[in-house]
């Protein structure tokens, strides 16, 4: 069991830093490389840029609950119910 997940690719965990808009302010955010491919797949799939999805799900967010503690968690969670539910296409804008 371990080698499925001690062996993989260390790409995969290095982490990258993205600079971009989210509504107007400049931002940066760091996230794993792993999450940033699944992010740009959601993207891919909405048919928009990634920093246009992220800008997106940021103001649903403060719509939905205030200015979040952690944007970059909730980013993480977001690659897991994209990947929970099948990476069903459509699946991070399907609310509106």
Known sequence: ???????????????????????????????????????????????VTTPAFLSRLHAEVLELHG?????????RCACLVFIETGRRGGVAMAAE
């Open 1 to 47: 069991m371990c080698q499925i997940f001690a062996g993989q690719d260390p790409q995969r965990y290095r982490s990258t830093t993205r600079r971009l808009r989210l509504n107007g302010h400049s931002t940066s955010i760091r996230l794993e490389n792993s999450f940033w491919a699944i992010l740009d797949e959601i993207a891919a799939t909405e048919g």
């Open 67 to 75: 200015e979040p503690v952690n944007f970059t968690s909730l980013l």
